[in-house]
């Protein structure tokens, strides 16, 4: 792509990035047997299942989380042959910015096992990813986490393309089809597409003020020397995804059923805290029982929306 020239292309939609997450691919599959009932869309969308083979086995992965695979130095290593990373090629080759189906905008459909209600992650604040979660915000009240130079997790599908979020909604078991999350993950994407219709258009209307969660860190449940988990999430704290955790609050709960506090981690201030994916089942694996985000407003920046407004307009309308 030649620098300051932006290629045409159209909005992916990916779905099932991790194979038991399975409301979004439901729509999806919905959507292929009957596009009538495809939300409405003044662009051409694109619509992928992202890990075909771990839904078929009702599993998050096979060999490594695809969602983690999209790192550049993890696709330029050509020893790197783990299914999901020659999955990851194949989107990018397929519908990246310069593939043979360029998308410049990724939506990727998350559902959750944690309280998160209807929620957008974002990765970085690239200009236009900002935009775009300003201009969802400002229809639907979402809560965004922000979340960045965190060096555990890297290799998110969205920072591929030009421009990109994460629609995460929950709480469902894994391998649940659930209506609630259904109608609520259409709504969020619906609300998308008309924020990069409106940006396609002309000026984008946005809010004045963005309220995000920014990033802090992740903090494991305690364990023994053998690493066994000697401890779970409090009751108290279990469901309340969002809300502030205060120092001297009740965090953990040991096999003694007595109650470890909330103490202020990573050198951080006694100020409270916000938790986010508290209980995840998928992040036992990563280590990550809860992670902490500070709530932050700011203000809005002209050079947000035109930065996405100037991607939109190369957008391909709907034929």
């Avoid at 992202?50 to 330029?76: I, K, M, Q």
């Avoid at 096992?113 to 009240?141: C, H, W």
């Avoid at 201030?269 to 809860?290: D, H, Q, T």
Wanted: charged residues 20%; glycine residues 8%; aromatic residues 6%.
């Amino acid at each position: 792509m030649v620098a300051g020239v932006i290629r045409a292309g159209k909005v992916l939609v990916v779905a099932g990035t991790h194979g038991n997450e399975l409301n979004a691919p439901w729509l999806i599959d919905a959507w292929r047997r009957d596009p009538s009932h495809r939300p409405d869309s003044d662009l051409a969308l694109v619509l992928a299942i992202g890990n075909p083979e771990a839904r078929s086995a009702g599993r998050r992965y096979l060999e490594r989380d695809l969602n983690r695979s999209f790192d550049r130095t993890r696709l330029a290593d050509a020893s790197a042959q783990e299914l999901e990373t020659l999955r990851a090629r194949e989107l990018l080759a397929d519908h990246g910015s310069e593939g043979s189906d360029p998308c410049l905008v990724a939506l990727d459909l998350h559902s959750t096992t944690a309280s998160m209600g209807n929620s957008l992650v974002v990765y970085g604040q690239r200009p236009a990813d900002l935009a775009l979660a300003a201009g969802l915000q400002g229809r639907l009240g979402l809560p965004i986490y922000l979340h960045e130079a965190d060096a555990a997790q890297t290799g998110y599908l969205v920072e591929r393309w030009p421009c990109g979020l994460v629609i995460e909604v929950g709480p469902v078991p894994q391998g649940v089809v659930h209506p609630t999350v259904l109608m609520q993950t259409r709504l969020a994407l619906e609300s998308a597409l008309e924020v990069l219709a409106e940006a396609h258009r002309g000026p984008l209307r946005l809010p004045r003020e963005l309220v995000l969660h920014h990033h802090l860190g992740s903090l494991d449940l305690p364990r023994h020397e053998d690493g066994a988990p000697r401890g779970v999430i409090h009751p108290l704290i279990q469901g309340r995804d969002w809300q502030p955790l205060r120092p001297g609050d009740p965090l953990f709960l040991d096999e003694a059923g007595e109650t470890l506090v909330y103490e202020p981690p990573f050198g951080l201030s006694r100020e409270p805290v916000w938790p986010v994916f508290i209980n995840e089942a998928a992040y036992g694996e990563k280590g990550i029982a809860l992670s902490l985000s500070q709530r932050r407003s700011w203000p809005v920046q002209q050079s947000w929306g035109e930065a996405l407004s100037e991607l939109a307009a190369t957008l391909i309308p709907e034929p």
